[in-house]
């Protein structure tokens, strides 16, 4: 499911002319938490791991990334969210894979302790249904 778009400016580019990979790791978290509260009525979620962080290829200023998101567990507390990153040229149409993860982000209360996720099940339908139409499967 696209969850995102953000052009990429030249004030996040680093000596190399690309986006430094911390700069993508936290765009990649914001899109996490973003996910997580639209799957589910939980008000709040921390990101308690990042795994499989993959840099595929560099991105440069004034490319459009593009953020989608798969769930690829539906834990009790948590849910673990795949997350591809994509460049996307609107003139040709074309895209090309940047950066891939996986984050487990775990639904929290005021005083941040684990809690219930409350799923929102026809959001949980559509990101399935969205994989399913990106992959083909």
């Known amino acids: ?3 995102s778009r953000e052009m990429v400016l030249d004030q996040d580019i680093g000596l190399n002319a690309t986006l430094f990979g911390g700069d993508m790791m936290a765009r990649m978290d914001k899109v996490a938490g973003i996910t997580a509260a639209l799957m589910s009525r939980n ?3 921390l990101t308690v791991k990042v795994s499989e962080l993959v840099f595929h290829s560099p ?7 593009e953020f989608h998101i798969a769930i690829a567990r539906q ?3 948590s849910m673990t969210l795949q997350i591809e990153v994509q460049v996307y040229e609107p ?6 894979d940047v950066t891939s993860g996986e984050f487990v ?3 929290v209360n005021e005083v941040l302790n684990a809690e219930p996720i409350l799923w929102k099940s026809e959001m949980v339908q559509a990101a399935k249904e ?3 139409a990106r992959h083909g499967s």
Do not use: C, K, N
């Open 130 to 132: 969205a994989h399913r």
């Open 105 to 107: 982000m775990v639904a």
């Open 1 to 3: 499911m696209l969850i």
């Open 91 to 96: 003139v040709s149409d074309q895209r090309r």
């Open 43 to 45: 008000r709040r979620f």
């Open 75 to 77: 834990g009790r507390t």
């Open 59 to 65: 991105v440069r200023a004034g490319e459009i990334i």
